[in-house]
């Protein structure tokens, strides 16, 4: 059974970066479709971007050219690169991975249903 683990979160101050990770175990990574999804206190659960598979990526507007998502099958591992963060962004980050090969429609912004593998989240707090 696939198994999630985040690392990497903290705090920053506004314009500044931060990366997490996302470890997983008792599986091979490389056949899932990895998504990062933020909580904000007092807000639902929102997807930020997606990484399909094959390495395709999805990402919701508010986070277009400032995040990046990759993957390393090799390390078991996906990362979130976060520049340029905000205010808005905090929120403690998820990874969540869904056994589909495929890709996503164009657009595509991650939903916390087509995802049933989660991990345990990290908080990011961007505050001056």
């Known amino acids: 059974q696939l198994q999630l683990v985040e690392s990497g979160g903290g705090l920053t101050q506004p314009g500044g970066s931060l990366r997490v990770s996302c470890v997983a175990s008792?599986?091979?990574?490389?056949?899932?479709?990895i998504s990062w999804f933020r909580q904000a206190p007092g807000k639902e659960r929102e997807g930020v971007a997606c990484?399909?598979?094959?390495?395709?990526?999805y990402y919701r507007d508010s986070v277009k050219g400032r995040f990046t998502a990759s993957r390393d099958n090799a390390k078991n591992t996906v990362y979130l690169q976060m520049n340029d963060l905000l205010p808005s962004d905090t929120g403690v980050y998820f990874c969540?991975?869904?056994?589909?090969?495929?890709?996503?429609?164009?657009?595509?912004?991650?939903?916390?249903?087509?995802?049933?593998?989660w991990g345990q989240g990290i908080p990011v707090t961007v505050s001056s």
């Open positions: 969540a991975a869904d056994d589909y090969a495929g890709i996503y429609y164009p657009h595509y912004v991650p939903v916390v249903a087509d995802f049933n593998i």
């Open positions: 008792g599986n091979r990574l490389e056949r899932y479709a």
């Open positions: 990484i399909s598979a094959g390495g395709q990526t």
